[in-house]
């Protein structure tokens, strides 16, 4: 997207690096984004911004889905916002590193650095969706969102992020079918 959003570049270029490991011979580096999934403190004008352009976003970009959803841990809290803001319903996709009983649908998720299991709980087939996560980098966690969602016969209208990086969203398009959506890039 070609918009500039002030609060969100600053915010992106003054994150600081960390290294988190997979396992002992395994190491990610990592940027603390505060609106991502490892951030902590969130300034206000940062939170308004990111919701209202998130809002302006999925309105001109994804006009007719029945409810927003999103994962956790990063995407949730702004898939709320978002909802909130647009008066639509969401569904939160829950995490954990293990199996636990009463779910509907799980399926393991594997990043770099982490896995850990997805439960989709909630979904009629025929729901038109929109998925909305904090940061899009290699795309695996929304590629393995989507492909669940077609095999639960969940309509995917499109995905809305705040950051994508690299051009790994280009490649997710394709693969997923759908437009997919940021409000920046780095």
Known sequence: MSAFYARLSESISKAKNVRIYKNKDTAYDFKLYPFGERGTYIDPGL???ITDSLAESITAQFPAFDYIV????????WGMLAAYKLRKP??????????YD???????????????????DGFTAGDRVLLLDDVISSGATIR?????????????????????????????????????????KV
């Open 90 to 99: 969401m569904n939160i996709l829950r995490l954990s590193t293990e199996l």
């Open 47 to 49: 939170i308004s911004e």
């Open 144 to 184: 393995c969102i989507a492909q669940q969602m077609v095999q639960m016969g969940i309509g995917l209208v499109g995905v809305q992020a705040i950051l994508a990086k690299g051009g790994h969203y280009k490649q997710l398009e394709t693969d997923i079918g759908v437009p997919v959506r940021f409000l920046s």
């Open 70 to 77: 999103s994962p956790e841990p990063g995407g949730h809290t």
């Open 102 to 120: 009463n779910y509907e649908v799980s399926i393991k998720r594997e990043t770099a650095y982490n896995e850990n299991y997805i439960y989709f």
